[in-house]
């Protein structure tokens, strides 16, 4: 019987710390509406990203080239970030790489030139 209370009390604490982990998870796209958003140990708070300019061009229709994070706190200065597109069934549509700027609340990820129409989502990773 102590055997199947304490499999159960460990049942119970495990996924209330897996809960508590996923309940502070917030995620936020402001353009495209969608969006997967990594906190890392040094942040806190939401990082917030927009698809920034949504350039037209004839023949392909828009595209997102730069993705502009914002939101960051000062603890996250200096650190490797990583963002990335993606689309339909999570394909890595571009990658950007680089290290978050030593002052100031936002950083621009610059892309080669996507589809906005085919953007599903973006993740945002500090690496801090």
């Known amino acids: 019987m102590k055997r199947i ?18 309940a502070s998870l917030s995620v936020t796209s402001n353009n495209l509406g969608a969006g997967t958003a990594t906190v890392a140990a040094c942040q806190a708070a939401t990082l917030n990203a ?26 996250c200065y200096t650190v490797p970030y990583r963002v990335t597109l993606y689309g339909a ?27 906005a129409a085919s953007v599903t989502g973006v993740s945002v990773v500090l690496a801090g």
Do not use: D
């Open 5 to 22: 209370v304490g499999i159960i009390v460990a049942g119970v604490v495990a996924f209330s710390g897996v809960y508590a982990l996923a």
């Open 50 to 75: 927009t698809y920034t300019p949504l350039a037209y061009a004839a023949g392909t229709g828009y595209t997102a080239a730069t993705v502009t994070v914002t939101n960051l706190q000062s603890t």
């Open 89 to 115: 069934g999570g394909t890595s549509l571009g990658e950007a790489t680089g290290t978050t700027p030593g002052s100031g609340t936002t950083f621009a990820a610059a892309f080669t030139a996507v589809s």
